[in-house]
């Protein structure tokens, strides 16, 4: 005979009743943010879904990359010549799916639900998708065996019942109960583990709270904490799902303040784009910022796409706050300010780091090559890198594979200075000759610097 127990009569640790209350004040600082913005929500969405659908593929051996779950995302189909591992990814997604809505929509818990979550992760692959199991089975490695066939779905009832009662408990710890206690019964013959991790989910959705999976990393700890809790040692895996939930949490949070602070930051320049007689300076460094952070972010995003497309290159990008409008003024009266580092990359070539850049700023200095007449002083980005342990030149770099020097942003136009392949005065005072370049947009200049640096300089 199974004993249930319950979600409140669950005891646990101090540390782990403390990570709880962490949650509840992380959670509650996180709700003064909503609500949030469509574009918000979507950015939300896709820092989580396709890493968590991926891990509790990976997590029972399913072969699945976060690449494959991106691309079956965007159409929600797959063709019908497609591999099983594909149509497993297409069921898991929907799955995931029909559980947030039922969250949202404020479905309670009932034995419908659960046969459907099964029936959409086991659609097209599953001996009996949807259906209890029925004959008797054995989990290898485990240190228990699940009750009998016959005796499933009263227990699954039973533990509907004591959950949808029992609701007193935080929504972690119900969360955890409900995920072991569906394992332990185990009322199909495949995918018990993807739909227990999706009622765990469930459950945290409906106590206001973020789907958290479990990643693929944490599996061993993850079957351990399992396992203690068939015999009612809850902190494990109580710990497991609320540090995953104060992760997602944090990051979250960075995205829905990113987008708040953006707002504010608009906001600001449009009233002083309206003041005409006041902060001149002012205003133009913040145009300039936002700029720049444009690069930035087109960088950073190249970066992702390019990691996501290919299984043989990857790039690792790092930016670092932008220099404030004090270092920007010094800068532009030639006074030294460190650091002025604004971004930089790392270019993994067959899991083998083989080039680092980074992108910073300096006061520009006027060339002749320049089409127009600097009024003040022009901040730029420049380039330097080398050997990712390596030192780089920051005053005057120079290397003949990559042509990129310097991006500056003027009378709201990107002038690109490249190196143009020759250079002027002999030995020490030997000095590059730099082409302008105008009329170029942000992705001009990155496709072309992503040319010199997997092509010229790494044989790509």
């Excluded at 993850?222 to 710990?239: E, K, Q």
């Excluded at 090559?369 to 120079?398: C, H, K, M, W």
């Excluded at 002038?415 to 730099?434: A, D, L």
């Amino acid at each position: 005979m199974v004993d249930f127990n319950s979600p409140s009569k669950i005891h646990l640790r101090q540390d782990t009743e403390q990570l709880l209350d962490q949650v509840d004040i992380a959670i509650k600082e996180f709700n003064k943010l909503r609500p949030l913005g469509d574009d918000v929500e979507d950015r939300i969405k896709m820092a989580f879904l396709p890493d968590r659908v991926t891990s509790s593929l990976n997590m029972e051996g399913i072969v699945a990359t976060r690449r494959q779950t991106l691309a079956i995302m965007d159409s929600m189909t797959i063709i019908d010549s497609s591999s099983k591992s594909e149509q497993e990814v297409l069921n898991a997604l929907k799955a995931d799916e029909f559980i947030i809505d039922a969250a949202e929509d404020g479905q309670r818990l009932n034995a419908l639900f659960v046969r459907q979550i099964h029936t959409l992760i086991e659609d097209k692959i599953g001996e009996t998708p949807g259906y209890y199991r029925k004959r008797d089975v054995k989990i290898s490695l485990a240190s228990f065996t699940p009750p009998s066939h016959v005796s499933v779905p009263n227990l699954i009832d039973e533990m509907i019942s004591i959950y949808v009662k029992d609701d007193t408990a935080h929504p972690i710890v119900r969360s955890a109960w409900l995920h072991n206690r569906f394992t332990y019964v185990h009322p199909f013959l495949d995918g018990n583990g993807r739909t227990a991790r999706l009622l765990q989910d469930y459950a945290l959705l409906s106590g206001k709270l973020f789907p958290t999976g479990v990643p693929s990393a944490l599996r061993d700890d993850y079957y351990d904490a399992l396992a203690a809790a068939d015999v009612d040692d809850w902190d494990d895996l109580v710990s497991i799902i609320a540090g995953r939930q104060l992760s997602v949490i944090a990051k979250t949070s960075g995205i829905a303040t990113e987008r708040a602070e953006r707002s504010k930051w608009v906001a600001r320049l449009a009233k002083k784009a309206d003041d005409k007689k006041k902060g001149a300076q002012h205003k133009q460094y913040l145009v300039w910022a936002h700029k720049m952070n444009e690069i930035q972010s087109a960088f950073e995003a190249t970066a992702q796409e390019v990691s996501d497309a290919s299984e043989v290159l990857s790039v690792i990008h790092k930016s670092y706050p932008i220099i404030d409008f004090k270092t920007w003024k010094n800068l532009g009266l030639g006074k030294r300010s460190n650091p002025t580092w604004f971004f930089g990359q790392t270019l993994i070539i067959d899991g083998e780091r083989a080039y680092r850049f980074v992108m910073y700023f300096r006061k520009h200095a006027n060339l002749s090559t320049d089409t127009f007449v600097a009024d003040e002083p022009l901040i730029s980005l420049r380039f330097t890198g080398g050997e990712p342990s390596g030192i780089y030149d920051f005053g005057q770099f120079s290397d003949p594979d990559i042509r990129l020097r310097e991006v500056l942003f003027h009378s709201e136009e990107l002038c690109v200075y490249y190196f143009k392949e020759r250079t002027r005065g002999r030995q020490k005072n030997t000095s590059e000759e730099w082409e302008f370049e105008s009329e170029l947009t942000t992705n001009d200049i990155i496709e072309h610097l992503y040319g010199d640096l997997f092509e010229n300089k790494n044989g790509v």
